[in-house]
């Protein structure tokens, strides 16, 4: 069971530079989410999609935009690097939105220089 | 708006001890309630769950009561060991997380 497949594990990026972060899940989840992880301030919520097609801001959306490619994918892209974005990021899904719990990826630990 | 609070750590306890992690809650409604695990290095592990009140989440020995009236979530373990040692998380409706509080375990 490969569940939920984040790449790269590992990224450092120049200031102006700009990438994508890779999602992927395998559970036929109707839900997926990108959060970001910082000290301190545990689990904060960029953007979601509820199902394939939507797309919805969460709760630190700034300089990040995203892809619901099909049901599966679901991608994250920083045009612009800045070095606040520094941080540890995490894919999540679930089936069913209100009474599952999330299945999240390993992460990606992005640094910005 | 939405919010959890979680008890600061880190919490340090001795092996066999009883843990309490206390979280508690601001929402309309009645929303599901959720604790996270996240050892170092790994992305978060849902650990139980609860949607409705009074009702009680378990897996592997640890327990948490989905309590209305005090809007609280706490998080309780008879006697921990070890590997129990990572950082724990609750959550609101899954969406909303409190900062997480770290748990080690000393032999």
């Known amino acids: 069971n490969a569940g939920v497949t984040q790449t790269p594990k590992f990224q450092v990026l120049k200031t102006g530079q700009s990438m994508t972060l890779q999602c992927a899940q395998d559970m036929n989840h109707n839900s997926m989410y990108w959060y970001r992880q910082d000290p301190g301030m545990g689990l904060r919520l960029i953007y979601y999609s509820a199902s394939e097609g939507t797309t919805d801001k969460g709760e630190v959306p700034n300089g990040y935009n995203v892809s619901r490619l099909n049901k599966r994918e679901f991608s994250l892209r920083l045009e612009s690097a800045a070095p606040s974005q520094t941080s540890v990021y995490f894919c999540a899904s679930r089936y069913d939105r209100g009474l599952d719990g999330y299945t999240f990826g390993s992460g990606t630990r992005l640094t910005v220089v | 708006g939405n919010s959890v609070t979680q008890m600061e750590g880190p919490v340090t306890l001795s092996e066999e001890a009883f843990l309490t992690i206390n979280c508690t809650y601001t929402a309309t409604g009645y929303p599901s309630l959720f604790w996270y695990v996240q050892y170092p290095g790994e992305g978060l592990q849902l650990l139980l769950k609860?949607?409705?009140?009074?009702d009680k989440g378990s897996n592997k020995g640890f327990e948490a009561t989905y309590r209305k009236e005090t809007t609280s979530f706490h998080l309780e373990k008879g006697s921990v060991q070890v590997s129990d040692s990572a950082v724990y998380f609750c959550?609101?409706?899954?969406?909303?997380f409190g900062t997480g509080t770290k748990l080690q375990v000393i032999p």
């Open positions: 959550a609101l409706r899954g969406v909303t």
């Open positions: 609860a949607t409705k009140a009074d």
